[in-house]
């Protein structure tokens, strides 16, 4: 059987949206990496009734309860009160963790006042987790046959106790139950989660004949991850996930382009060094998005030799050399106006590779050709220019973002077609 564990983070700050539950996620992932299966998360409000009947149900199904937040000096940092009074037992000043606290403040030359105080106590039996860059200090108790662990809400705080204390003494107990959680994150863009889905339903059945195993689509703006996730012991079932995993890549064809924690982006560039390509670009409608996204990566100089946004009618005609009877006839946004794009920014900087976008992201604009949410995108290389037409919906963010990931993806196609 796996190791459950669950997740309880109290605040109101979390419930009403001011502040994003990040650790969660961030517990979650470190937790499933030494062979945890969370089962799990519960945020509540700063109320005793709430953490009691949170505490209560999840102590029942949980080989550990890992608590986040309330431990701060203010009045509405109950953690600890509420903890004492369900477990009953009483909290006790810890002199040596106090003697810490007056030294923190010392040493920062700043006042430690009355309510400090409130964070060097201890429930009765627990074991302190020291905190080395915060004054409140975690806890850790055994309930019954679960381990429940107390840590501040302070992500920095609660980040550094777990890696020094709580991972290492779950991370033992994973190990002697001899079962692991082998996960993997695959990634595609230019398909929709419905398309793949159903490309993928053979193998989907084939997962859901395996009790030990399960497939999920996370869909994004400009992604669908697909997370292949199994339960096991021996080699030959590490050896079998492999399998799967490449047979699940396999299955995805060329909407693939990586795993995580990978990006498109970063494929393109260190293809592109691979190849030793070079790249310019002509960005009307992305303004600038496509080159920002390439030059976050590092090494992006070594291919990227320059970019241009010819944003207004008059600096395709100058700057990319566009006849204006094209522009009139075709339309700034068209097929043809992105293939001049492309070949004249491609001839401008002399590189292997021009690549180009134009389009009405809205919500205004369009014509009887191109309505809004149109965008072209073209390639230009040495075997010859291809434009294709994208159809979005009328959000100018949202447009944006994806016709950046449509260049990007269109680059990584024709690198990935081989040199």
């Known amino acids: 059987m796996s190791c459950k564990a669950s997740l309880l983070t109290i605040g109101d700050e ?178 929709g989660e419905s398309a793949l889905a159903s490309r993928l339903d053979p193998f989907v059945r084939k997962v859901a004949s395996i009790p030990s195993m399960t497939l999920a689509f996370l869909p994004s703006l400009t992604t669908v991850r697909l997370r292949l996730q199994m339960r096991c012991r021996t080699p030959e079932e590490e050896a079998f996930f492999a399998e799967m995993t490449s047979e699940l890549q396999s299955a995805c064809g060329e909407d693939y382009f990586g795993r995580e924690p990978g990006s498109i982006d970063a494929l393109v560039i260190t293809r592109l060094r691979e190849l030793n390509r070079t790249l310019a670009l002509a960005e009307s409608c992305t303004g600038g998005l496509v080159t920002h996204r390439l030059t976050q990566i590092p090494g992006a100089s070594k291919v990227l030799r320059g970019a241009i946004i010819p944003y207004q009618e008059e600096l395709k005609q100058s700057e990319l050399g566009i006849p204006g009877a094209l522009l009139e006839s075709r339309g700034v946004v068209s097929g043809e106006t992105a293939r001049a794009m492309a070949e004249g920014v491609r001839r401008k900087w002399g590189t292997d590779y021009g690549l180009a976008t134009t389009g009405y992201l809205g919500p205004t604009g369009g014509d009887p050709f191109a309505p809004v949410g149109t965008v072209w995108i073209a390639l230009a290389h040495a075997g010859g220019t291809v434009a294709r037409e994208y159809r979005y919906e009328n959000h100018r963010e949202r447009n944006k973002e994806r016709a950046a990931q449509s260049a990007i993806d269109c680059l990584r196609r024709n690198l990935q077609a081989g040199p």
């Open 14 to 191: 979390l419930l009403i949206g001011q502040v994003l539950n990040s650790n969660a996620q961030w517990m979650s992932e470190r937790l499933t990496e030494i062979g945890w299966e969370v089962t799990a998360h519960l945020t509540v409000g700063d109320r005793e009734d709430s953490i009691r009947d949170a505490v209560s149900f999840l102590l029942k199904s949980s080989d550990a309860l890992l608590i986040g937040g309330g431990l701060g000096p203010t009045h509405d940092d109950i953690t600890l009160e509420v903890l004492s009074r369900f477990f009953k037992v009483p909290l006790e000043m810890d002199q040596e963790w106090l003697g810490t606290l007056e030294q923190f403040f010392r040493s920062r030359n700043r006042e430690m006042t009355e309510n400090n105080r409130k964070q060097a106590f201890l429930l009765k039996g627990a074991t302190r987790i020291d905190n080395d860059c915060g004054t409140a200090a975690g806890q850790f108790l055994e309930e019954g046959k679960t381990s429940v662990f107390v840590m501040p809400g302070v992500p920095h705080e609660m980040k550094s106790m777990m890696e020094r204390f709580v991972l290492p003494n779950l991370g033992s107990k994973s190990l002697a139950s001899g079962e692991r959680i082998l996960k993997t994150t695959l990634l595609t863009t230019g398909v």
